[in-house]
């Protein structure tokens, strides 16, 4: 999925107000980890993710890993937190995030 610089702006508007939601330290990515994170983006489409791990390198992997496993589009990433949107289909139309047509 891409999404147009005025989308993202849109969502980093809606998610600055946002508290991480899934936390992620040293042991990093477990099968419970995913499973937690698939049903709180499947939840509330636009979620923060706390990553504490060594170094950006390894930062940014998990987050690449998270993004291509679970079909996310990564909007921000400001320091140890990623801002992550995936839209529910499966939702009624007025629950979903409605992106602005331009």
């Known amino acids: 999925m891409t999404l147009s610089e005025s989308n993202k702006k849109f969502l980093r508007g809606r998610g600055h107000a946002l508290k991480p ?3 992620i330290g040293d042991a990093g990515l477990s099968e419970s ?3 937690e994170f698939e049903s709180t983006l499947d939840h509330h489409e636009l979620i923060k993710v706390r990553v504490r791990v060594g170094d950006r390198e ?3 992997d ?4 998270l993004c291509s496993r679970s079909s996310a589009v990564l ?3 400001i ?3 990623a801002l992550l949107y995936r839209p529910n289909l499966k939702k009624k139309a007025d629950k979903r995030i409605r992106l602005p047509s331009k």
């Open 79 to 81: 320091g140890n937190v």
């Open 21 to 23: 939601v899934i936390m």
């Open 62 to 65: 998990i987050i690449k890993k």
């Open 75 to 77: 909007i921000q990433r």
């Open 33 to 35: 980890l995913l499973a």
């Open 58 to 60: 390894a930062r940014d």
